[in-house]
């Protein structure tokens, strides 16, 4: 007779721990306890039910019980909830949900993986039956149902993460016309991308009609409406409450289990708690960063899956290398796609690194080609040593192709030396002969080895109101297309001629389109004797997304003639 494994909780994590110790040893009794109805469900794919792209919600579960049997011999028990741990007699206390009925099992290795459960705020009216969260398939499908009665027009998302994101925009994509209002405390949406690449994101956002209401928070709901911390009313007949997750630590701190700093379960290297016969993978465990060298939270599949796999194998004494996490995701928002990986400015700062970037905005494949788009690319590094640190892409192309290869890099301890000499795939449709990621590193190294200056389009505006001397580099026709209200146009065409027009005693800062064309002119301007020179990074289409979103929502005057996002 086999060891007996038992798992509490049966999606990815759990039911990926089950798959792996079966192909290690057959003979092994495993048991998986899901307290919900459904064991292997997508519960990424679950938001994509509410637009009808995924139209029957059956199909977002991967795996029945009677499937595990069959195929893995595995036993999956469904609606069972473990309510108890006795570890000194190695057993758990099991409550069958349907019946009531309550009995032990005992267990030679228990693995937890409980997952993260929604964070719902202690706010009047939140307990009324239009207020939905999503974990589960049967999450998902209850708020289509009650959506799809007839008695919905107006559906208020909370939160302005992944899961409201996509809930919002599967919201817009369904055929039924639905008003959606996303709204999110703080000053911006995804907050893995930093301040000036999320506006990219909200202007998508507002594009595909969604009401975005940023920098304020939920305060009632009430049968017809939400009131917000400012005192906005917003009509929503129904409201999903995205705000975040928590870890479901309940069980494993009734049992005296180690929890961490960061409010998830304590584990080793092997993810062994500080009890040696229970281990714990997924949304629930406390994971160690390999950028910042600081424990930290991160609720994604793909480290689960590989913490599912490092604890079975441990258990069989097959050694692993727990190289730490650095959290790289990414999401579709209705036409375009983003990614990111590593730290972003908030976190390198809050770590206490030392580091600069860059954003650039090449085309994701040859121009000539149908389908070529501008593709936002942001590449943080340590300085001075030149190491990747962090990335963030988004575009209508292909962003996460370029975002997972910066995340190799990281994984490999990459610096912008390694990035710019990576040999990588071309082809007119697929990309540049220069990609986009060879391009960063390039950037970037002109920067951290003081070539030239740039500064971000997160000034321009104060450049702009304080009357800076701003050169748009553009030709004649794209200048009257639309310009900085301030800037003048000396075309790189013409720069040679006109230099007498530029002055040496004061700061001078160049753009283009997209940085590439006021590079040159600044490089030529450097070898004339200008030194006070600056390349405003991201160039014209950047200060354009930049600025669009706060220009709509607020009175303020806007610093561009003309909007350019092509």
Do not use: W
Request: hydrophobic fraction near 40%; charged fraction near 25%; include cysteine.
């Amino acid at each position: 007779m086999g060891r007996r494994i038992l798992i509490v909780g049966g999606v990815a994590g759990g039911a990926s721990v089950a798959a792996r110790a079966r192909r290690l040893d057959e003979f092994a009794e495993i048991i998986m306890f899901e307290k919900g109805p459904h064991v292997s469900f997508s519960n990424c794919c679950l938001p994509n039910h509410l637009s009808g792209m995924i139209e029957n919600s059956e199909k977002l579960v991967l795996m029945n019980p009677t499937q595990f049997k069959k195929q893995y011999n595995i036993e999956a028990r469904v609606n069972s909830e473990v309510i108890k741990i006795h570890r000194e007699e190695k057993t758990i206390e099991v409550k069958d949900l349907k019946t009531g009925e309550k009995y032990k099992e005992t267990y030679d290795v228990l693995v937890l993986s409980p997952g993260a459960s929604p964070i719902v705020p202690p706010i009047e009216g939140v307990d009324l039956p239009h207020v939905f969260t999503i974990r589960n398939v049967v999450d998902i499908d209850r708020l289509n149902r009650y959506i799809q009665s007839g008695k919905v027009k107006d559906i208020a998302v909370i939160g302005g993460g992944f899961i409201g994101v996509e809930v919002a925009e599967n919201l817009k994509l369904s055929d039924a016309g639905f008003n959606v209002t996303l709204v999110e405390a703080l000053d911006q949406i995804m907050s893995p991308f930093d301040y000036d690449m999320a506006q990219i994101l909200h202007k998508e956002m507002m594009d595909h009609g969604v009401d975005l209401i940023l920098g304020d928070g939920v305060a009632k709901v009430k049968e017809d409406h939400i009131e917000l911390v400012s005192g906005k009313k917003v009509q929503a007949q129904a409201v999903v409450m995205a705000i975040g997750v928590r870890p479901e630590t309940k069980l494993a701190e009734e049992s005296g289990l180690a929890i961490g700093e960061t409010g998830g379960i304590l584990v080793d290297h092997n993810y062994q708690t500080s009890d040696r016969n229970i281990y714990a993978v997924g949304d629930a465990i406390e994971v160690y960063h390999k950028l910042t060298h600081s424990k930290t939270r991160l609720a994604l599949a793909g480290p689960a899956q590989r913490q599912a796999r490092a604890a079975a194998d441990h258990m069989y004494r097959i050694p692993h290398r727990n190289t730490g996490v650095i959290g790289s995701s990414c999401v579709k928002i209705f036409d375009i796609n983003a990614a990111s990986t590593g730290l972003n400015e908030k976190t390198a700062k809050k770590a206490g690194i030392q580091y600069d970037f860059i954003y650039i905005i090449p085309g994701d494949k040859v121009g000539l080609m149908p389908g070529n788009s501008p593709l936002h690319l942001k590449l943080l590094f340590e300085v001075p040593t030149g190491k990747i640190i962090g990335a963030q892409a988004i575009g209508k192309g292909d962003a996460v192709k370029r975002i997972d290869v910066i995340a190799t890099m990281i994984m490999m301890d990459g610096t912008l030396e390694d990035l710019k000499e990576l040999e990588l795939c071309y082809a007119p449709a697929f990309s540049t002969a220069k990609d986009p990621v060879n391009h960063a590193a390039l950037v970037a190294l002109n920067i951290l080895n003081g070539v030239y200056k740039q500064v971000p389009v997160s000034k321009v505006r104060e450049l702009v109101e304080k009357n800076a001397f701003i050169v748009d580099v553009r030709e004649r026709a794209e200048y009257e297309a639309g310009h900085l209200r301030n800037a003048i146009n000396i075309p790189l065409s013409e720069l040679r001629e006109r230099v007498d027009e530029i002055p040496k005693d004061i700061p001078v800062y160049l753009h283009c389109r997209s940085s590439q064309r006021s590079y040159n002119a600044l490089m030529a301007l450097q070898h004339m004797g200008f030194e006070n020179i600056y390349n405003i990074s991201g160039s014209y289409l950047g200060i354009c997304c930049y600025e669009y979103f706060n220009d709509q929502v607020t009175d303020r005057e806007k610093i561009v003639t003309e909007y350019n996002f092509n």
